[in-house]
């Protein structure tokens, strides 16, 4: 087995790029992400591959969704204020099915916010990121091994449904150092892509890559075909962590960091004798919706907890539909919540049901 | 099962708390238990207060950021005011005496006072407190051998500095050696 290195989040999610055949990177500075681009700054160019630091993020989601499009896998990253410059070129890349790998490392907001971790991007990454009708594929790592699968995972899936993809973390996650094991070098096969515009000698007709379609109703058949394979990537790419659920009598709904101040507060509740346990969306969209309506017989109450003055909750109300109480707590604009703080709420929460 | 160390360290930027932080995380990786290390971020790291959070556990590790540390490496006046009432009853803190003149008057922890800068600079190792810090740290609390430790060293110099190796691991022994 490949040796444990102690690695800091930005710089796994580079490395684990690398390992899975990414070579072009297109990006921005912006704490608290800056790492992730100094480390592709510095390793690229050795091993013949690009790493360009574009005028804007403008410019550099423009250059992500061209060299998509030349059919190979091509990444961006930032944080906050740097996505929303992204967004009109996530919905470009939407519009003409093209598959590429956003990193967000979330900063406090609105505006230029702070530079502390936050989760309020939420909202923008699931339901938009951009103008339009689509969706764009949202994975969250709760640790450093878990961001280097899931680099891989999102370009695999990003290809599967020619999509772009994202993992949406936070300033904790993208700062922090935990031991990760990496893939081999070189292992990983990048499907071929028949569709790219590509040079080919005039072997086969020209492929277009294009989002614009004057005729209403070509738009339309193009919009409803692009949501079918939506449906399907709802019914088949679910993922999420169950801790201690089967006989919890609260659900905590949290994911990334704040999952991990709720691992310690749910472990404080059950050395109370309080039946606490945690659902850990992996998958933000798909949203693990099966998961939750699961337990929805056995849990007395859920308690969402973000990083945001509530984002993510209106999603487990939705999955949750009445049924059962649907608490929220959440900590906002760079501070982190404590476990004591979450505990807090479970013993709320515990005294009502 | 071992106990979990929840180490901070904390002080001014550039006095090489992160780096100490570092050394005491590799010393987790190395005895293949669960680690995390967490820095402070953004304007304080340009000379204001700077600090790390270190945790070791058997267990996996929930939240990364040390609110109630059982172990305070500690090098500025301001990062003691602000941290030594949220250690853990029991707690042991390593104050840089050299650094700091005031004394700490809780009854319920162990605390250390090391001159870390002075012995530093005594022995020509200038900057390299935080390791006679993080040396005095490892021999009291025990939270691994010194072979352990002169590793985790060995893993967190870069080869291109590797003529500092030799002096970090000094300064370690002057930490172990301090009484």
């Known amino acids: 087995m490949a040796e444990k290195v102690l690695m800091k989040g930005n710089e796994a999610l580079a490395e684990a790029a690398i390992c899975a055949g990414c070579r072009h990177f297109f990006g921005y500075p912006i704490t ?13 160019p050795k091993i013949g591959g690009t790493y360009l630091q574009a005028e804007s993020e403008l410019a550099a ?10 059919g190979v896998r091509a990444m961006t990253s ?19 099915d093209l598959p590429a790998l956003i990193i967000n490392v979330q900063r406090g907001g609105p505006g230029l916010g702070g530079i502390q971790p936050s989760q309020s991007d939420y909202w923008q ?21 878990e961001m280097v699968d899931l680099v891989f995972l999102a370009f695999d899936l990003g290809d599967k449904y020619r999509m772009p993809a994202m993992i949406l973390l936070d300033g904790m996650l993208g700062q922090m150092m935990e031991p990760v094991v990496l893939p081999e070098a070189g292992k990983t096969v ?28 070509k738009l339309e058949q193009t919009n409803i075909e692009r949501f079918k394979r939506y449906e399907k990537i709802k019914g088949t790419e679910q993922r999420c962590e169950e801790l201690h659920t089967e006989d919890a009598d609260i659900i905590i709904v949290a994911y990334g960091a704040s999952s991990r101040v709720c691992r310690n507060a749910v472990a404080a509740a059950r050395a109370q004798g309080i039946k606490a346990g945690m659902i850990r969306p992996i998958t933000l969209w798909p949203f693990p919706v099966d998961t939750i309506q699961k337990r929805l017989v056995s849990a007395k109450a859920f308690l969402t907890v973000e990083m945001s003055m509530g984002q993510m909750v209106d999603d487990v109300r939705l999955a949750v539909n009445g049924a059962k109480p649907v608490h929220f707590f959440g900590r906002t604009g760079g501070i982190i919540p404590s476990p004591p703080e979450v505990l807090e709420q479970i013993e709320l929460i515990n005294g009502g049901i | 099962m071992r106990p979990d160390l929840n180490l901070l360290l904390a002080g001014f930027g550039g006095q090489g ?12 990786l190395i005895e293949n238990r669960e680690i995390s290390w967490l820095p402070s971020y953004g304007p304080e790291m340009r000379g204001g207060t700077a600090n790390c959070s270190v945790c070791i556990s058997d267990e996996p590790i929930g939240s990364p950021l040390v609110l109630s540390p059982n172990a305070l490496i500690v090098m500025n006046l301001p990062s003691l005011e602000k941290f030594i009432d949220t250690v853990e009853a029991g707690g042991s803190v390593f104050i840089d ?33 935080n390791m006679v810090l993080v040396g005095k740290l490892c021999k009291e609390l025990g939270f691994c051998s010194k072979e352990t430790l002169f590793a985790a060293m060995e893993k967190s110099v870069p080869p291109s500095k590797a003529e500092l190796l030799e002096k970090n691991k000094k300064a370690l022994q002057i930490g172990i050696d301090y009484l």
Not at chain 1, 61 to 70: D, E, F, H, K
Not at chain 2, 118 to 129: I, Q
Request: charged share 20%; with cysteine; proline share 6%.
């Open chain 1, 78 to 96: 930032s944080s906050s204020p740097g996505i929303s410059l992204k967004t009109e070129g996530i919905s470009y890349l939407a519009g003409c």
């Open chain 2, 97 to 129: 005496s050299s650094m700091i003149s005031k004394r700490v008057d809780r009854k319920d922890i162990n605390v250390f006072y090391i001159p870390a800068t002075k012995l530093a600079e005594e022995n020509d190792l200038k900057g390299l407190a």
């Open chain 1, 32 to 44: 608290p992400q800056t790492e992730l681009a100094a480390y592709m700054a510095k390793k690229m």
């Open chain 1, 125 to 145: 990454a699931t339901k938009a990121t951009g103008h339009g009708d689509f969706q764009i594929l949202v994975f969250a790592p709760s640790t450093i091994q």
């Open chain 2, 17 to 28: 708390l992160l780096f100490g932080g570092k050394v005491v995380a590799y010393c987790g």
């Open chain 1, 190 to 217: 990048v499907p071929d892509r028949p569709w790219a515009a590509d040079g080919h000698k005039n072997k086969r007709p020209h492929n277009i890559i294009n989002s614009l379609y004057l005729d209403p109703l």
């Open chain 1, 61 to 70: 989601i423009n250059m992500v969704l061209g060299a998509s499009a030349a």
